[in-house]
């Protein structure tokens, strides 16, 4: 199941934010040794604001098996804070039509590869999906040049910004990496093809269709 909050449901919502900051916490701090801030075993940033959204993959037990955030580039922009040089082509890292996805993580269940493959595809292309359905134009993204193949292989529209960049590690990259800026399109051609990477039914509609009044979306696969 896939639920969709608002930064501003941080209060009304506070079970599912707690898990979320907390998996942050494991995964990037104690997992990748990335060297970012944390309060008693959360991990909260700058971009965690309230018009952040941030898509939860949940299992049936309501336990996060993935989440992504999404934050308005106009003014939450990493890459426009941090590696405003991945920028290459000339567009501007800081649009009202491109939000930018950022603390994308995902934890895979041993030998269920086929299952894996839906549970991410169901985050990504929801969040393609909710960045379409909101009119948007791009979503934009920074990830390690070890991972970009990945995500080019998922969505043969991926739009890179430039080349390859150094940028200081952590544990999963000893003294530094190379990292990348690219930008999906918010179209349903994107949508379908996260769907068919995942082996996720491509033709069926939009599940966020005539819901986004809701400040709380959910979905089944």
Same mark, same amino acid.
């Given at each position: ?11 009304? #919502? ?5 898990? &979320? +900051? ?9 997992? *990748? ?40 580039? #106009? ?29 994308? *993580?995902?934890? @895979? ?28 134009? +791009? ?11 990945? +995500?080019?292989? *998922?969505? @043969? ?27 999906? @399109? ?13 082996? &996720? ?6 599940? +966020? ?13």
């Amino acid at each position: 199941m896939l639920k969709i909050l608002k930064g501003s449901q941080r209060q009304e #919502q506070g079970g599912y934010f707690e898990k &979320m +900051f907390r998996l942050r916490h494991q995964v990037f701090i104690q997992g *990748m040794g990335w060297p970012l801030p944390s309060t008693n075993g959360k991990e909260i940033d700058q971009y965690d604001v309230d018009d952040a959204i941030y898509l939860l993959d949940l299992a049936d037990d309501d336990v996060i098996q993935g989440s992504v955030r999404l934050i308005p580039s #106009q003014y939450c922009s990493l890459v426009a804070d941090f590696f405003p040089h991945l920028i290459e082509n000339g567009v501007s890292p800081r649009d009202p039509l491109v939000f930018e996805c950022t603390r994308y *993580m995902f934890l @895979p269940l041993k030998g269920r590869r086929q299952d894996n493959h839906i549970a991410r595809a169901r985050l990504l292309s929801g969040m393609v999906e909710w960045c379409l359905l909101n009119h948007l134009s +791009f979503v934009q993204c920074v990830v390690d040049t070890i991972a970009f193949p990945g +995500f080019v292989e *998922m969505v @043969p529209q991926t739009i890179p910004l430039g080349l390859p960049h150094p940028y200081g590690g952590g544990r999963t990259a000893p003294g530094g990496g190379e990292c990348i800026a690219f930008r999906w @399109p918010a179209t349903r051609e994107v949508v379908a093809s996260i769907r068919k990477y995942g082996g &996720m039914n491509v033709d069926r509609e939009l599940v +966020f269709a005539d819901e986004l009044s809701r400040q709380s979306l959910e979905l089944t696969h």
